[in-house]
């Protein structure tokens, strides 16, 4: 049922760090990388080409979607070629972005500040990459799980096996919580044992922040101006949404939009509080220059030397090594092989802002974008790409792809779920927003259709698929060869039965409805009819119209709350869960009720209670229908489940 989908997806839209996508923003397969490419360049041309090549890609995008404000960087061999904006920072006032002096929030890019904070201190001797953490947490302590330890490799490779927790959004900036103390309000159970899955984890990130302040003895922030930002002449770059950002830098925040009507409205700025190195930060485009200017130096930049190059070269070397010819997680930066040329990058997404960087070392180029609105964001994948394939040329084509067999497709075929939803709390209901299907596609290849929309994979060989724009997966196995689950990047799916993917979901609700609404259809049409039935009989009726009472107002209180979460804003996060939530639970938890009460009802109504032969029949597939609603609601923790 669509109305479940829009469900999850309303407030898995502001809940944005949430998905892979978000992080790490894949080409739109609905927009081809093609519809941005105005005219070819050639780099050897000089600067000025670069930068009218891209002045044409952004303001065809500005002008096709109307994103209100888009700023952009590009370094090479070790110099600014440009940092540049486009649009406006303040629609209302036209303020012009700046790429010099305009901050725009870079969300999860935040966390690759975090992750060399971390390689900075591992350079030191101060955290051994693969040591428990708990040896250098104080005040909190990751609870024992599957015989092994949570390490700092797991950390930034998000393969902890924390679920997803949904709390990290709901603190604000000026709140007085500590990093410790909202670290463990929020602490997400482990689902799968350290190493086993990737899933994206906004909460593991701030835990790593945690250490840096333990190990240290400083405040996060501290060690970050002090060791990165103040050497790297960073002073328009803070660790401060624009509510609380120091007072010279607060009116030099871009404002951040959503759609409204056939426009554009202003939206109250996304705040996460402690959370903060997990997606806090604004920055300008120029100075994000010098960030992808030292990273790409190996550590190195205007003298200053922040970390050794061997350290550089482990910061973009994988820890896992798993799946190497499908993207990954290198130490924190999303590694990717593009066009024949390794490329290390993150994506950051907040309420009202897209933001993604993305750093070649063997092209010695990187590349900075970020749009004060997540509407239309398709430009902050696409841009980077677009620049490395031109300045790529024909390096590297395409691998052969082989076609499977129909015998083959079906072994990947079928319902996967993501691993970064929560699994012990109310929040695993808005998955159903994030789940794939599998299916055999056209001329041999896989079609996989998922949050990011369809997508058309050629198999490479083994188990590894990629689709035109050079995005691959990577399908496991299990002990007994089955396909388990698929992962890319620093997500992975998992293959699911009927009760573990939306399809449930569906029946559960679907069915329940349609038996209420021919329930109360059929005591309507009986009303003023004398219809054979004993005394326990018409005590049995009463029930039926109370169970399909109950089941109609479950199905229009889960409408009531998908409009409310349509509507929701980053000002509303702060204040969830929203009280038609509570009604939710409520209700349902009613109709987990009649629904035992039903099956409990059907013995005396095939024994006592009179009815013709088609209406017992009747109840007793609402009965039916009813029980697994039931079993729907606890299997997708609609009740009994703890909420965020």
């Given at each position: 049922m669509k109305a479940f989908k829009d469900f999850a997806f309303a407030l898995g839209v502001l809940a944005v760090s949430t998905g892979a996508a978000a992080q790490a923003p894949d080409p739109s397969p609905t927009t081809p990388v093609e519809t941005l490419e105005l005219a070819a360049f050639e780099p050897t041309r000089g600067e000025a080409v670069l930068e009218a090549y891209i002045d044409g890609v952004v303001d065809a995008h500005r002008r096709e979607h109307g994103t209100p404000g888009v700023t952009v960087s590009v370094v090479q061999n070790g110099k600014v070629l440009f940092a540049k904006g486009y649009g406006y920072a303040d629609l209302d006032a036209e303020t012009p972005v700046s790429g010099n002096d305009t901050l725009f929030r870079i969300g999860s890019v935040s966390k690759t500040f975090t992750w060399a904070a971390v390689m900075m201190l591992a350079e030191r001797g101060a955290i051994d990459l693969d040591a428990d953490v708990n040896q250098y947490l104080k005040g909190i302590q990751i609870p024992e799980a599957f015989d092994a330890p949570v390490t700092m490799n797991h950390l930034m490779a998000h393969r902890a096996g924390f679920e997803e927790t949904f709390g990290v959004f709901t603190h604000r900036d000026d709140t007085d919580v500590s990093l410790t103390d909202a670290l463990i309000a929020d602490m997400p159970a482990r689902i799968n044992p350290p190493g086993a899955r990737s899933s994206y984890s906004n909460w593991g990130a701030a835990l790593a922040a945690k250490i840096v302040e333990d190990v240290t003895g400083e405040n996060y922030e501290t060690f970050l101006s002090r060791e990165i930002l103040a050497p790297l002449a960073m002073s328009k770059t803070t660790l401060h949404g624009p509510l609380t950002a120091p007072a010279n830098l607060q009116p030099l925040y871009a404002l951040g939009y959503g759609k409204s009507g056939g426009g554009f409205a202003q939206k109250d700025p996304m705040q996460i509080g402690p959370f903060a190195p997990a997606g806090a930060m604004g920055s300008t485009a120029a100075d994000m220059a010098q960030w992808m200017l030292l990273l790409l130096g190996k550590g190195e930049h205007n003298g200053n030397r922040l970390y050794s190059p061997e350290t550089a070269d482990e910061m973009f070397s994988r820890a896992f090594g798993d799946r190497p010819r499908v993207s990954d997680v290198a130490h924190g930066f999303f590694t990717k092989t593009y066009k024949g040329y390794d490329v290390y990058g993150h994506g950051g997404g907040t309420a009202n802002f897209r933001t993604y960087m993305e750093v070649n070392p063997a092209l010695d180029v990187g590349i900075f974008i970020s749009q004060n609105s997540i509407a239309d964001a398709a430009l902050i994948g696409q841009l980077p790409d677009i620049i490395t394939a031109r300045l790529a040329g024909d390096a590297a084509p395409r691998e052969t792809a082989a076609r499977l067999t129909a015998k083959e497709a079906a072994e990947y075929a079928g319902a996967y779920v993501t691993n970064r939803r929560s699994f012990v709390r109310f929040e695993k209901l808005f998955s159903i927003s994030a789940t794939a299907t599998v299916a055999p596609g056209a001329n041999g290849t896989l079609a996989i259709q998922s949050p990011n929309g369809p997508r058309e994979m050629r198999r490479l060989g083994g188990d590894v698929f990629e689709d035109r724009n050079g995005n691959r997966v990577a399908f496991d196995r299990g002990t007994s060869g089955a396909v388990t689950h698929f992962s890319s990047g620093p997500q992975s799916y998992e293959r699911v039965g009927f009760f573990g993917g939306p399809n449930s979901i569906n029946a559960g609700f679907g069915l329940a409805a349609f038996f209420a609404a021919t329930t109360l259809g059929g005591a309507w049409r009986r009303q003023g009819r004398n219809v054979p039935q004993t005394g326990v009989g018409r005590g049995l009726g009463v029930f039926a119209i109370v169970a399909a009472l109950c089941a109609i107002a479950l199905v229009?209180?889960?409408?009531?709350?998908?409009?409310?979460?349509?509507?929701?804003?980053?000002?509303?996060?702060?204040?969830?869960?929203?009280?038609?939530?509570?009604?939710?639970?409520?209700?349902?938890?009613?109709?987990?009720?009649v629904a035992g009460l039903g099956v409990l009802s059907l013995a005396p109504v095939w024994l006592k209670s009179g009815w013709s032969i088609w209406r017992k029949l009747h109840h007793t597939m609402f009965a039916g229908a009813m029980a697994l609603l039931g079993a729907v609601l606890v299997i997708w923790n609609i009740i009994f489940a703890p909420i965020s």
């Amino acid at each position: 049922m669509k109305a479940f989908k829009d469900f999850a997806f309303a407030l898995g839209v502001l809940a944005v760090s949430t998905g892979a996508a978000a992080q790490a923003p894949d080409p739109s397969p609905t927009t081809p990388v093609e519809t941005l490419e105005l005219a070819a360049f050639e780099p050897t041309r000089g600067e000025a080409v670069l930068e009218a090549y891209i002045d044409g890609v952004v303001d065809a995008h500005r002008r096709e979607h109307g994103t209100p404000g888009v700023t952009v960087s590009v370094v090479q061999n070790g110099k600014v070629l440009f940092a540049k904006g486009y649009g406006y920072a303040d629609l209302d006032a036209e303020t012009p972005v700046s790429g010099n002096d305009t901050l725009f929030r870079i969300g999860s890019v935040s966390k690759t500040f975090t992750w060399a904070a971390v390689m900075m201190l591992a350079e030191r001797g101060a955290i051994d990459l693969d040591a428990d953490v708990n040896q250098y947490l104080k005040g909190i302590q990751i609870p024992e799980a599957f015989d092994a330890p949570v390490t700092m490799n797991h950390l930034m490779a998000h393969r902890a096996g924390f679920e997803e927790t949904f709390g990290v959004f709901t603190h604000r900036d000026d709140t007085d919580v500590s990093l410790t103390d909202a670290l463990i309000a929020d602490m997400p159970a482990r689902i799968n044992p350290p190493g086993a899955r990737s899933s994206y984890s906004n909460w593991g990130a701030a835990l790593a922040a945690k250490i840096v302040e333990d190990v240290t003895g400083e405040n996060y922030e501290t060690f970050l101006s002090r060791e990165i930002l103040a050497p790297l002449a960073m002073s328009k770059t803070t660790l401060h949404g624009p509510l609380t950002a120091p007072a010279n830098l607060q009116p030099l925040y871009a404002l951040g939009y959503g759609k409204s009507g056939g426009g554009f409205a202003q939206k109250d700025p996304m705040q996460i509080g402690p959370f903060a190195p997990a997606g806090a930060m604004g920055s300008t485009a120029a100075d994000m220059a010098q960030w992808m200017l030292l990273l790409l130096g190996k550590g190195e930049h205007n003298g200053n030397r922040l970390y050794s190059p061997e350290t550089a070269d482990e910061m973009f070397s994988r820890a896992f090594g798993d799946r190497p010819r499908v993207s990954d997680v290198a130490h924190g930066f999303f590694t990717k092989t593009y066009k024949g040329y390794d490329v290390y990058g993150h994506g950051g997404g907040t309420a009202n802002f897209r933001t993604y960087m993305e750093v070649n070392p063997a092209l010695d180029v990187g590349i900075f974008i970020s749009q004060n609105s997540i509407a239309d964001a398709a430009l902050i994948g696409q841009l980077p790409d677009i620049i490395t394939a031109r300045l790529a040329g024909d390096a590297a084509p395409r691998e052969t792809a082989a076609r499977l067999t129909a015998k083959e497709a079906a072994e990947y075929a079928g319902a996967y779920v993501t691993n970064r939803r929560s699994f012990v709390r109310f929040e695993k209901l808005f998955s159903i927003s994030a789940t794939a299907t599998v299916a055999p596609g056209a001329n041999g290849t896989l079609a996989i259709q998922s949050p990011n929309g369809p997508r058309e994979m050629r198999r490479l060989g083994g188990d590894v698929f990629e689709d035109r724009n050079g995005n691959r997966v990577a399908f496991d196995r299990g002990t007994s060869g089955a396909v388990t689950h698929f992962s890319s990047g620093p997500q992975s799916y998992e293959r699911v039965g009927f009760f573990g993917g939306p399809n449930s979901i569906n029946a559960g609700f679907g069915l329940a409805a349609f038996f209420a609404a021919t329930t109360l259809g059929g005591a309507w049409r009986r009303q003023g009819r004398n219809v054979p039935q004993t005394g326990v009989g018409r005590g049995l009726g009463v029930f039926a119209i109370v169970a399909a009472l109950c089941a109609i107002a479950l199905v229009a209180m889960i409408v009531i709350v998908v409009a409310t979460l349509s509507n929701y804003g980053a000002a509303d996060l702060l204040n969830y869960p929203p009280a038609q939530i509570v009604w939710l639970r409520l209700i349902a938890m009613a109709a987990f009720i009649v629904a035992g009460l039903g099956v409990l009802s059907l013995a005396p109504v095939w024994l006592k209670s009179g009815w013709s032969i088609w209406r017992k029949l009747h109840h007793t597939m609402f009965a039916g229908a009813m029980a697994l609603l039931g079993a729907v609601l606890v299997i997708w923790n609609i009740i009994f489940a703890p909420i965020s």
